[in-house]
Nanobody, 126 residues
């Protein structure tokens, strides 16, 4: 069972943009879904976005719709999360996760995912 490896976290000013990358050791086609979660200090881990590997359907939390875009690059076995118009509430540790089974109604539930990365820190601050 492969483990995701996240990268791309940084300190960015409000209104700025950032792209996170989630790398897999092999093909991402072996998974049913790949999700991005985040956790701010003192808060629970929350689902940010998800992409279904079978049909490419994407899912977003209401708080990031229109600002974040998830995509999958099959050539490099990576999943990207492009984040625009960042604000201070986007600050947190961002985690990538792989799911071997997938239910669309539960895309944002951590328990649905089987393998987690170590996370990458995103800080939005002036």
């Amino acid at each position: 069972q492969g483990q995701p490896v996240e990268s791309g976290g940084a300190l960015v000013q409000p209104g700025g943009s950032l792209t996170l990358s989630c790398a897999a050791s092999g093909s991402t086609s072996r998974y049913y879904a790949i999700g991005w979660f985040r956790q701010a200090p003192g808060k629970e881990r929350e689902g940010v976005s998800c992409i279904s590997v079978s049909d490419g359907h994407t899912y977003y939390a209401d708080s990031v719709k229109g600002r974040f875009t998830i995509s999958r690059d099959t050539a490099s076995n990576t999943v990207l999360l492009r984040m625009n118009s960042l604000n201070t509430e986007d600050t947190g540790v961002y985690y990538c996760a792989f799911a071997y089974n997938f239910w669309a109604t539960a895309w944002d539930r951590p328990h649905m995912y089987d393998s987690w990365g170590q996370g990458t820190q995103v800080t939005v601050s002036a």
